[in-house]
């Protein structure tokens, strides 16, 4: 019976430190998971951020311009 209780203590000791080690850090997959989504919400945000910014300079110009208008030839209703 002592040899069972000194041979479970012995193997508690040895195997604490192994243990502390995982309770500091997540998984490594676990961290490029988070990271992902923090990256894919950043880019929403500034997604929204360019739309919102288009559609208020939209509204203000509504003319339209054809900057290739001098280049092309006059139309003669040929086609």
């Keep these: 019976m002592r040899k069972l209780v000194f041979a ?12 502390a080690q995982k309770k500091g850090e997540d998984e490594p997959l676990a961290i490029l998971e988070r990271e ?11 997604y929204k951020r360019t739309m919102d910014r288009i559609r208020k300079d939209g509204d203000t110009a509504a003319v339209r311009t054809d900057p290739w208008a001098n280049m092309r030839a006059p139309n003669d209703g040929k086609r």
């Design 36 to 46: 992902k989504k923090q990256q894919a919400e950043q880019v929403d945000r500034q």
């Design 8 to 19: 479970t203590v012995a193997l508690g000791i040895l195997t604490a430190p192994a243990f």
